[in-house]
């Protein structure tokens, strides 16, 4: 039902707006988030594709409102089981959010769970340690050495530390 309202949301504003507005991309990306819920990582993936072309084409190559857009769709390669394509989307997120923040903006911590996770996934632990590790070090200029967000990130860098051996 979600998903069906985030589709007629979609075409409404398309219908008003024309298909290349920047409130067609933001719309789908809602849908593709409904997508996503019901499982449906197809049409996820189909959906965020088209909305990136969009965010492209509106802000260009290398703006950071891209970011929330692939990972959307790093999200629906997570659900069909193409880490590979994931860890480039989630690079090319990385890059543009580094060149938004700098290397230490806590902005980066989410995109550097998710490579260090897909790392994980596909049983490359030291790549996978040294995002893990990295999003450590921004947690820690953010929150301080002692707090709990750092801390949960603890764990996956103990998995990928522990898988390299």
Not at 98 to 124: I, P
Request: glycine content about 10%; charged content about 30%.
């Amino acid at each position: 039902l979600l998903a069906d309202h985030e589709h007629d949301l979609c075409r409404v504003v398309e219908e008003r707006c024309g298909e290349w507005h920047p409130e067609v991309g933001t719309a789908l990306l809602r849908l593709a988030a409904a997508c996503a819920a019901t499982g449906d990582f197809d049409k996820m993936k189909e959906t965020a594709q088209r909305a990136l072309k969009i965010r492209e084409h509106a802000c260009g190559p290398d703006h950071p409102r891209l970011v929330a857009v692939l990972r959307s769709l790093a999200r629906a390669e997570d659900g069909l089981g193409e880490s590979e394509k994931r860890l480039q989307t989630l690079g090319r997120a990385l890059r543009i959010m580094e060149a938004s923040v700098g290397e230490e903006g806590v902005e980066l911590t989410e995109v550097l769970l998710d490579l260090g996770r897909t790392h994980l996934q596909l049983g490359h632990a030291a790549p996978a340690a040294e995002h893990f590790e990295r999003a450590r070090r921004v947690e820690e200029l953010r929150w301080g050495r002692g707090h709990v967000e750092v801390a949960q990130i603890l764990v996956p860098l103990a998995e990928a530390y522990g898988c390299a051996g």
